[in-house]
């Protein structure tokens, strides 16, 4: 074999007739036509064209026509070969006729040139011809002539390098037709997965919740890469998968899933597998999804689709953790503003308001927002949002304001406001969010906080000064009964008398500083006011004097009241004295009993609840109080009488009064025309308690051995005396020491202890509880002008007794009877 030349005129080969490259030419012309024309074949369109060119060129060009392909190792391999010597022997005659031909089909291939083969000097009867298709080598074709034949000549060879060379152009176009086809099935293909995936994009991004975008997108990944399964694992510990045959996706985890589960986070293809996690952009990996496809490989153009799918379900995701999380603070957002203990209002630029929560609803009654109920704004409020939206405006923090009697629903209140500008999206110019707080109730109870502290220390001094004065009234009551036994002049009579009513009244007015810094002990009952006042009448008038004319009117349907006895009647005569004080040069004194119902309104202002409610009112003529007396007249110790004229303590008590027995008390008053005082006290139907008057107790001299321990000299003289008089034998301590002391020093019984509580050192209850506990059934009488009955806690049931002081020394005799009555 040789390579081709290019062949000169005059050789032999010269001398051939042409017919026979003209006829291959024509043939081969007429195949190009027809594979370019011509309808598709059922076959590969690659093997029918070498089909069709092996039978052209075999009819009469060659006796044997071969085709060998490169495979895609680089392998030669023959594709075509016909010619004679039947199925079994074509490549054992092709071999015989051309010896050593697939050495020269593998340097062609190499080469890409034509190479000859001439047995018998130039006469050529094999044409071997390269074939390339997109510059690389392909193959090569072989044509052989039976010795018989006639040569190849130039025209032959020509047309045998055309007719190879244009069967490798033709390899070529079917081979780029082959791949556009291919291209556009995988360009429709993809198109449909990209539609199929934006549909599903958006289907998952309307996903209410995580079980949703899970089902959605394995549903949708099965779909676009016709799968048989496709599966997705969250971190969060949900899982979904949807299968080849299911309606719809399952919840849950398959135990068959082969899909790797290393925590990669790169996409990838393993197996039949295609593995993709589930993130976004530089945020961390909600999961893993997982599709497989058996039989039919997934390629790397469906790993991006399929990464494409999770971006999606990354996003959905995330939108969801984000809306979530959104959610969350705007719930607790919403119940801070709504259970917000202050008013929180948003205000347009110039203090309109625009919103606001439940706090400000309570504050001024607003209806709710958005109800299209424009709210009313007290003035000064107004005004208030006004300088708050123009201060805001030209300073960079937040504005306060403090704001003092702002009228709200007919009442003044007092507010601090606190106000910030607001840039919200879409509103061309910002907002005022302003926090609105009622005060009024903290600076009250501030104030009555320090009230309360002030009177706690004057009552402390009341109390020091209260026990040493009941110790006073004490001795002058009980000297003055005892004087009042002794003498029998009428004149003496009426002084002794003065002494005790005198002693009285201070008495009352101990009991008055007693009250000072706590709540007086009320022993309410059941009473008709109207008949304490009628009984009161003689006392009343004595009290006021000729001077002033007294009116009383009294409707006897106002009802009942529960309320301390005592203290109403102290209460009526203080309010009696303080109008008789008001009409030095006489006047008129009214005092009216009646009933009247106090609705919602004047219930709020009055601090009681609505509903019924007897009216004691108590009016003068006399010179009247300007508005700063009356703002201070119930005030404790507060007096315009001068000194030594007034105690401050009437009103004061009247108020308590009033208050613990859930009424008020108002006044008003005009100057120079006269003041009315009118208590409200709640009606009852309870029955009215009617206490009858009992015989004085028959007294009769004692038998009994009594200590007595007081820490007043006078006052401890005083009821040894009492004591003695009446037959019973007393020891008698000045502290609880030496009270102990004689009670253990003493060797005969004692049936009664009588001892001041406060007594310096060792107290009155410790000394009784000693005693007892050494004496049983010893007999205890407490006396205190400070204390109440409690002091006998923690003493033996049924043994002991209290007396409050001052005490008169038939109450003294009367109480140590009663107890020994007990024993007996």
């Known amino acids: 074999m040789a390579r081709r030349a290019p062949t000169t005129a005059g050789s032999k080969v010269d001398e051939v007739p042409r017919d026979r490259a003209g006829d291959l030419r024509r043939r081969y012309v007429e195949l190009r036509r027809t594979q370019r024309h011509g309808a598709p074949s059922p076959r590969s369109d690659e093997a029918a064209l070498l089909d069709a060119f092996v039978e052209i060129a075999s009819e009469g060009f060659a006796d044997w026509v071969a085709v060998d392909l490169v495979d895609e190792s680089g392998a030669t391999i023959r594709s075509r070969l016909v010619g004679a010597g039947g199925d079994g022997d074509v490549a054992v005659a092709l071999e015989k006729a051309v010896p050593g031909l697939a050495g020269v089909v593998d340097r062609v291939i190499v080469s890409g040139t034509t190479e000859t083969w001439s047995p018998e000097g130039d006469a050529v009867r094999a044409v071997v011809v390269g074939l390339r298709v997109k510059d690389r080598a392909y193959g090569a074709v072989s044509f052989v002539l039976a010795p018989e034949r006639d040569p190849y000549d130039r025209a032959d060879l020509v047309a045998a390098e055309e007719a190879a060379w244009g069967l490798g152009a033709m390899v070529e176009r079917r081979l780029l037709q082959d791949e556009s086809r291919a291209a556009l099935r995988a360009t429709q293909r993809m198109a449909r997965q990209l539609h199929q995936v934006f549909a599903a994009t958006v289907s998952v991004s309307g996903a209410r919740d995580e079980v949703e975008v899970a089902t959605t997108v394995v549903q949708s990944a ?42 990669s986070d790169e996409a990838r293809r393993v197996g039949d597998w295609l593995i993709v996690p589930v993130a976004e952009r530089d945020a961390a990996r909600y999961g893993v999804l997982a599709v497989r496809r058996e039989g039919r490989a997934l390629s790397s153009e469906d790993l991006e689709i399929a990464t494409l799918l999770a971006q999606a379900a990354a996003t959905a995701l995330g939108s969801r953790a984000l809306a979530r999380g959104i959610e969350r603070s705007e719930a607790r957002l919403r119940a801070l503003v709504e259970t917000a203990p202050v ?154 008398r003065d002494i005790q009513s005198t002693a009285s009244r201070a008495s009352r007015l101990t009991a008055q500083l007693q009250s000072i810094g706590r709540a007086p002990a009320l022993d309410p009952v059941v009473l008709a006011p109207g008949d304490v006042v009628r009984a009161n009448a003689e006392v009343l008038e004595r009290l006021v004097g000729v001077d002033v004319e007294v009116e009383l009117r009294v409707d006897d349907g106002a009802g009942a009241i529960r309320v301390d006895t005592a203290q109403f009647e102290q209460m009526i005569l203080n309010l009696a004295i303080n109008a008789r004080d008001a009409m030095p040069d006489g006047g008129r004194l009214v005092i009216t009993v009646d009933g009247v119902e106090v609705a919602g309104a004047a219930a709020g202002a009055l601090g009681v609840e609505p509903g019924r409610f007897v009216r004691v009112s108590v009016s003068d003529t006399g010179i009247g109080m300007d508005e700063e007396t009356m703002a201070r007249c119930f005030d404790t110790f507060f007096t315009t ?86 037959g019973y034998q007393v020891l008698e301590g000045t502290s609880g020491e030496e009270a102990r002391s004689l009670a253990e020093r003493y060797e005969g019984p004692i049936d009664l202890l009588v001892s001041d509580v406060v007594l310096g050192g060792l107290s009155g209850p410790e000394l009784a509880t000693e005693l007892q506990g050494s004496r049983p059934g010893l007999l205890v009488l407490l006396t205190s002008g400070t204390a109440d009955p409690s002091v006998l806690e923690g003493l033996a049931a049924g043994t002991s007794m209290f007396l409050a002081k001052p005490f008169r020394p038939s109450a003294l005799i009367d109480g140590v009877q009663d107890l020994l009555a007990r024993r007996d």
């Open 222 to 263: 099965r779909r676009v890469f016709d799968a048989d399964l496709a599966t997705l694992e969250l971190s969060s510990g949900l899982a979904a998968w949807s299968a080849r045959g299911e309606a719809r996706a399952t919840l849950g985890r398959r135990d068959d899933v082969a899909a790797p589960r290393d925590g």
């Open 641 to 726: 009488k001068g000194p030594l004229q007034g105690t401050g303590l009437g009103l004061a008590s009247a108020r308590r009064l009033a208050e613990a027995s859930g009424g008020a008390i108002s006044v008003r008053s005009t100057l120079a025309v006269g003041t009315t005082f009118e208590v409200l006290f709640p009606a009852t139907r309870e029955a009215v308690v009617i206490e009858l008057a009992s015989a004085a107790p028959r007294r009769t001299r004692g038998f009994a051995t009594i200590l007595v321990a007081e820490d007043d000299d006078a006052l401890r003289r005083l009821m040894v005396q009492v004591l003695s008089r009446n």
């Open 343 to 496: 008013g929180i209002v948003e205000a347009s630029a110039d203090g309109t308001p625009r919103w606001w929560n439940r706090a400000a609803e309570r504050i001024f009654a607003w209806p709710p927002p958005g109800t299209g109920t424009p709210p009313t704004v007290p003035r000064a409020l107004a005004a208030a949002l006004g300088e708050l939206a123009r201060e805001v405006g030209e300073r960079s923090g937040p504005a306060v304001r403090d704001l003092v009697d702002v009228e709200v629903r007919g009442r003044a209140r007092d507010l601090t406001t606190a106000a910030a500008r607001v840039e919200l999206p879409d509103e061309p110019d910002p907002t005022l969010m302003v926090l609105i707080d009622d005060v009024t109730d903290h600076r009250q109870l501030k104030a009555e906080v320090a009230h309360a502290q002030q009177m706690e220390l004057r009552g402390r001094v009341a109390s020091t000064v209260a026990h040493d004065f009941n110790n006073l009234i004490t001795l002058i009551t009980g000297y003055a009964e005892i004087l009042m036994r002794e003498i029998d002049e009428a004149r003496l009579v009426e002084m002794v």
